[in-house]
């Protein structure tokens, strides 16, 4: 970009994409570059970094803001690349962009000595979205519960009859849908059986087992010795109190939700209504009016248009009234509940989002000590991670914080700048 500020720059990016007027997908590529907890590369690194995945994603000549983050565990890199290319207006699409950001991570993590980490799924897309939900709700899926319980007594199954038994025993059912098979648990939550695992796919077990056989209605009931429930991941606290809290909260939150749409439904109505009776008292008006057909079609037309006008009115205010309710009476996940309780102050729900598995410390560089919490001074929390990191803005400048500081509860971090 030719300005040395954001706002002219993203002024530049929109007059870029402005210039092309045929595509009708998104004009702007987001892309986030986050680094292993604990590495702090040094700025030119993350400048070259930054480059050389412009490069290798085919955007080198093209416009882009790129912000680093340090407000979570890991720092990251915020990369907005305009796809519109600022000499030619046409818009650049890169090809399987997945497999060639993986070959440009393993490069750059050999070139600037940075932990390796895995960049090829060794999973199906639908199993890791289920885990990547776990770890953003923190609640069980289905997939994971299944993996963690019962996937082992499920592949010793030697037959249809048997598999039906370890899956009644567990509150599944497998039947047939489609072309394949899913597991289905008590409360109606389904996966597909390859999601699990291959072996389990229709045809890897018709060719052990033979065709299909759904399970029989004559087979005597199995008293389930466990089944799936929609609860919270293990953690090393007791939260069963905190659960029940964030349950009730999430109960009151849908009732108020559907009493405001209520009321955001009954002005709407009204609205409608007097709007339409207004509509045909003006048409009734004009019937009554002497003069040339012409001029009654013209002043027919002209209620019409402010008719519509009207309604238009009232459906935008009732969307605007509705998207306000959502913002304002919006139910969250487990994580996310526990998230806001930790920002005000809830000691207990900090706790337990640093019990949770996936909050492993503070890596890297840290200061730890042993002492007592003194009453007094508390500085103020900027941010809280769903790890339990509590983050805070050090050495303010005149214009900005100088150094993020990061506290898991054992160890303290302050970033470089």
């Known amino acids: 970009c030719e300005s040395g500020n954001l706002m002219g720059a993203i002024e530049e990016i929109l007059a870029t994409q402005h210039q092309n007027t045929r595509a009708k997908s998104d004009k702007t590529y987001h892309l986030i570059v986050s680094f292993r907890p604990g590495e702090e590369p040094s ?17 080198g000549d093209h416009q882009r803001v790129s912000a680093v983050h340090r407000d979570t565990d890991n720092l990251h890199i915020h990369l907005a690349i305009n796809k519109i290319h600022p000499e030619r207006n046409t818009i650049h699409e890169p090809y399987y962009p997945h497999r060639t950001l ?16 895995n960049h090829v799924p060794n ?18 899926s289905l997939v994971g519960w299944i993996k963690r319980e019962c996937l082992y007594e499920i592949r010793q199954a ?36 390859s999601t699990l695992a291959r072996d389990l796919s229709k045809s890897a077990l018709e060719k052990r087992f033979g065709s299909f056989e759904p399970q029989s209605e004559q087979q005597a009931p199995i008293t389930p ?8 991941l ?7 109190e905190l659960y029940a809290r964030y349950q009730s909260t999430q109960r009151h939150l849908k009732t108020a939700q559907r009493e405001w749409f209520g009321h955001a439904k009954t002005r709407k109505d009204r609205g409608v209504k007097i709007a339409k009776d207004a509509y045909r008292l003006r ?4 019937k009554l009016v002497d003069g040339r057909q012409f001029s009654k079609r013209l002043l027919y037309a002209q209620a019409h248009n402010a008719f519509r006008s009207k309604l238009d009115a009232i ?37 337990a989002l640093r019990s949770r598995d996936s909050a492993r410390g503070l890596k890297g560089h840290t200061v730890t000590g042993r002492g007592k919490v003194s009453p007094g001074h508390s500085p103020k929390v900027d941010h809280i991670t769903k790890k339990g990191t509590v983050v805070f803005k050090g050495g303010q400048s005149a214009t900005s914080a100088t150094s993020a500081i990061r506290d898991d509860g054992q160890r303290v971090q302050v970033s470089r700048e």
């Not at 030119?44 to 955007?59: F, H, P, Q, S």
């Not at 010795?225 to 929609?230: A, F, G, M, N």
């Open 123 to 140: 999973q199906s897309r639908a199993a890791g979205r289920a885990a990547d939900m776990e770890q953003h709700a923190g609640v069980e």
């Open 225 to 232: 010795k466990r089944s799936y429930q929609k609860n919270p």
């Open 43 to 59: 700025d030119a690194v993350l400048k070259a970094i930054e480059t050389r995945i412009c490069d290798g994603l085919g955007y």
């Open 234 to 240: 293990p953690m090393r606290v007791d939260t069963t």
């Open 315 to 351: 459906h935008q205010e009732y969307a605007d009234d509705r998207r306000r309710v959502f913002e304002t009476h919006c139910r969250s996940t487990w994580a996310d509940w526990l998230k806001t309780q930790a920002v005000h102050g809830c000691s207990e729900a900090l706790a």
């Open 158 to 193: 030697q037959s249809w009859e048997t598999l039906h038994q370890v899956m009644s025993a567990n509150g599944l059912t497998l039947r047939a849908r489609g072309n394949g098979l899913v597991v289905e648990a008590e409360n109606g939550v389904a996966v597909k059986a």
């Open 283 to 286: 048409r009734a008006a004009i």
């Open 102 to 117: 993986a070959a440009l991570c393993q490069t750059l993590e050999a070139d600037y000595g940075l932990e390796p980490d």
